[in-house]
């Protein structure tokens, strides 16, 4: 019944340090929001991973030939990324007042229900995400034969997961008391630069999809 369950603990764990928009803003929002606010965008982006899971393990060879063959996906997800770092950066670059005064203000009332949105979203747009989760998926039916053994793989990814991102967050809690407002101010701004960064790289990939697929079977050629 636990086979298995090591490699998914191991899994896990290496999934929380997965470069992304999630992972940066998720760092973050800890800094300069604080543990709380950060574990609300934690679980919002959960969400979204919990809805990729149900997706694609009740339809998961459909659902992995529509995300390896249709780059308008990646154009989608790419184009609401850069929309959503290019407006952050804009909102960042004229708020620099109010990061200071929500710095030094004893008690700043923080929209927890909007962070929980915003984790969901931002994790929900990137269809990669998906992809992954569905190769998850098809590890899990590799690595454990047990009755209920694939639930309980992707229960335990996603409890390591969380609690590992927990340990991100109270890490990145710790910064904030050694932060100035300039340093947050410069924070949010790269973070935003990071996200139109990722969302441009999914573009690419959605435009030149028959590139990049044309340029990876000839690799085997040129070994040859």
Request: glycine letters at 8%; zero cysteines; a positive charge.
């Amino acid at each position: 019944m636990f086979d298995g369950l090591l490699y998914a603990g191991f899994y896990g764990f290496l999934l929380a340090f997965a470069v992304g928009p999630v992972f940066f803003t998720l760092i973050e929002t800890s800094i300069t929001k604080g543990f709380k606010a950060a574990v609300f965008f934690d679980l919002g982006a959960m969400f979204a991973d919990i809805i990729f899971i149900i997706i694609a393990f009740y339809s998961t060879s459909q659902i992995l030939e529509k995300v390896k063959d249709d780059p308008g996906l990646l154009i989608f997800g790419g184009a609401v990324l850069i929309a959503y770092g290019i407006i952050s950066y804009i909102r960042t670059a004229k708020s620099f007042i109010k990061i200071a005064r929500e710095h030094y203000a004893v008690n700043v009332k923080k929209n927890l229900g909007g962070l929980f949105v915003k984790g969901f979203l931002l994790n929900f747009v990137n269809f990669g995400v998906l992809a992954g989760w569905i190769g998850t998926i098809i590890m899990a039916n590799a690595l454990t034969t047990a009755k209920n053994g694939v639930f309980l793989f992707l229960t335990t990814v996603l409890a390591t997961f969380f609690l590992t991102d927990l340990l991100k967050i109270t890490l990145a809690k710790k910064l904030r008391n050694k932060m100035t407002p300039r340093f947050t101010y410069k924070t949010k701004k790269w973070v935003s630069i990071l996200i139109i960064v990722f969302g441009s790289i999914m573009l690419l990939q959605g435009i030149f999809s028959d590139e990049i697929q044309k340029g990876i079977e000839s690799i085997p050629s040129q070994q040859n």
